[in-house]
């Protein structure tokens, strides 16, 4: 598990933002002494840090100096400040990334994410998941079932995967539309019916009926 | 200065020395003086006369010009005492005074202005940082404690973040310091964080895009251009008809420029108001029926593009579509320049 440290100064953020990290799945500790925070950084020794540029009496870029010195750990700034045009210039050279406050809650995941994945390539994706004989394989894009193999389309994979992610749930289509837009498929209501019943064709074509049930007004479950 | 008016201003002066002349002539008739005498005498005067008021104009004449070529090149007119000469003529040397005293007490004017504008802006901006914690706040509670409630809040939490950032913006747009951050960008990836930032706003919306090509690298600042999408898929979305609302988003290039086209099936923009969408506070036939518009947000947009080197335009048919292109120099040189970086 990813050990992330906070960094930030207003005590209702920091304990959401708490909250909120450990519930996506990371150990998480926050820093409530401002003294030394270059040194309680170091002493910490987490996966990666995110770190406010105000802090009181305090400038994040000094830290971030203070702390590049002596480690490599990921930093990535939080700010709320629109910074000019020299301080970003510092800041690039110092940390990872930056994110301006308010974030938008996945973008800032999203961020977390891809750099943990830079700095700590992790070893092979799971790369299929199998529901009642039917594999989905995500590298190849494809449903396998008896050696018979069908293609799929990246929206196509994307639905399906979220579905049998959430087996035995019901998915509003809400959801599925709203992981479709954070996955880069900017669908509406209609081509949501659209990719489904696409996805029924192609898994009859398998000998496979009624896996995506429709419960009506709800969603759909696998 | 022109002949004629500076003849006018000394008719008195010609007067006088006319009646001079006559009595002068009168007396020289009466000693009984030989009348060729009398004539050159008087020819000799007047051509004196005339000598030395065509030296009077000119060098007059070229006072002015020098004064006016000094204001054709000073960048801030009103300075104009504080550069000039030091007038060696009585007269001139008093309207002189006059200007500096004039001038000073405006400087002070102008000082005081300029201070109270920087104080406003810096409060704007203070502000700005300020309100973006508890909108943070809020929006972490709202993810933290799922409902429907806590989805409505954090929608309206995106509008009110982008209201705060309209007025950012605006309080920095005739600051000298543009603080820009300019670097390669990835153009897709800028628009797919705008349609994720906003993917609450276009999904409740039921608008769909339809986002190609747009794999290309550009120097612009991020933030900027981010805010300029929003405000485009804004209008997007309010000016959208009830069924199959859909955008395309597509790049085209050739050598010089990127140009990034944003085109719904909206209800487009009556041919009689396109010229004048982006001007401060117009609201248009369209805007006036939602009643959410300001005349604020595309205004803007232009501006912003304009301080990124960058060209805004629009095209549009009423009840069929608006297409809006963003055109982007792809030489960095060209939009640093602008950036007065």
New interface residues.
């Given amino acids: 598990m990813f050990h992330i440290l906070i960094v930030e100064d207003?005590e209702?953020?920091r304990e959401?933002?708490k909250?909120?990290l450990e519930?996506s799945g990371y150990e998480v500790s926050a820093i409530l002494n401002f003294e030394e925070v270059a040194q309680q950084i170091l002493e910490l020794n987490s996966h990666l840090v995110l770190l406010d540029v105000?802090l009181p009496g305090k400038n994040g870029y000094e830290i971030c100096r203070k702390v590049r010195a002596k480690s490599k750990v990921p930093i990535i700034f939080v700010t709320?400040?629109?910074?000019?045009?020299e301080e970003?210039?510092g800041l690039m050279l110092g940390a990872d990334d930056y994110i301006?406050?308010?974030?938008?809650?996945?973008?800032l995941l999203?961020r977390i994410q891809n750099l943990l994945n830079r700095i700590y390539p992790k070893e092979e994706k799971e790369s299929k998941i199998t529901y009642r004989n039917v594999t989905l394989d995500i590298l190849k894009s494809a449903i396998l079932r008896d050696k018979k193999e069908i293609d799929l389309t990246k929206t196509e994979l994307k639905t399906l995967y979220y579905l049998f992610k959430n087996q035995n749930q019901i998915v509003p289509r809400?959801k599925i539309?709203?992981y479709l837009?954070?996955n880069?498929v900017?669908?509406?209501?209609?081509?949501l019916s659209v990719i489904i019943t696409r996805l029924r064709e192609k898994l009859k074509d398998l000998g496979v009926e009624n896996l995506i049930e429709t419960k009506r007004g709800q969603g759909y479950k696998i | 200065m022109n002949f004629g008016d500076c003849l006018k201003d000394n008719i008195g002066k010609l007067l006088s020395w006319l009646i001079f002349s006559l009595v002068m002539f009168a007396y020289f008739k009466a000693m009984q003086v030989n009348a060729n005498v009398i004539v050159i005498t008087l020819v000799v005067l007047w051509a004196f006369l005339g000598f030395r008021f065509l030296i009077f104009f000119w060098e007059k004449n070229r006072y002015f010009a020098n004064l006016n070529q000094m204001l054709e090149h000073l960048p801030e007119k009103y300075l104009l005492s504080e550069v000039m000469e030091k007038p060696r003529n009585a007269e001139d040397l008093a309207y002189y005074r006059m200007l500096k005293r004039i001038n000073k007490s405006m400087l002070e004017n102008v000082t005081k202005a300029r201070m109270a504008q920087k104080a406003y802006k810096e409060y704007i901006?203070s502000w700005?940082?300020e309100i973006?914690?508890p909108?943070?706040?809020v929006?972490?509670?709202c993810?933290?404690h799922p409902s429907q409630t806590s989805e409505k809040i954090d929608e309206q939490?995106?509008e009110i973040?982008h209201f705060v950032e309209q007025a950012?913006f605006y309080a920095r747009l005739d600051s000298v310091?543009n603080?820009?951050?300019i670097r390669e960008v990835n153009l897709e990836e800028v628009v797919?964080?705008v349609?994720?930032?906003h993917?609450k706003l276009?999904?409740q919306n039921?608008?769909?895009?339809?986002?190609k090509n747009c794999d290309v690298f550009i120097y612009t600042d991020e933030?900027w251009l981010a805010f300029i999408l929003h405000q485009i898929l804004i209008n997007s979305v309010q000016y959208k008809k009830e069924d199959?609302?859909q955008i395309q988003i597509e790049v085209q290039e050739n050598k010089e420029n990127v140009k990034l086209i944003i085109q719904d099936n909206g209800i487009g923009i009556k041919i009689s108001e396109i010229g004048r969408i982006f001007d401060k506070g117009f609201t248009g036939t369209n805007g006036r029926k939602t009643k959410k518009s300001t005349g604020i947000g595309l205004y803007l947009c232009k501006r912003l593009c304009e301080e990124l080197a960058m060209t805004l335009e629009v095209q549009s048919q009423e009840n069929e579509y608006t297409k809006m292109s963003i055109i982007i120099p792809r030489d960095k040189k060209e939009i640093l320049q602008n950036c007065k970086?």
């Fill in positions: 207003d209702e953020i959401e933002l909250v909120l519930n105000n709320s400040r629109n910074q000019a045009m970003l210039n301006e406050k308010p974030y938008d809650v996945p973008i999203a809400e539309i709203d837009w954070d880069g900017y669908a509406d209501d209609n081509s | 901006e700005v940082h973006k914690i909108i943070t706040t929006k972490l509670l993810q933290n939490m995106e973040n950012l310091s603080d820009f951050f797919r964080e349609l994720a930032r993917k276009m999904i039921h608008m769909k895009v339809d986002l933030k199959g609302a970086v």
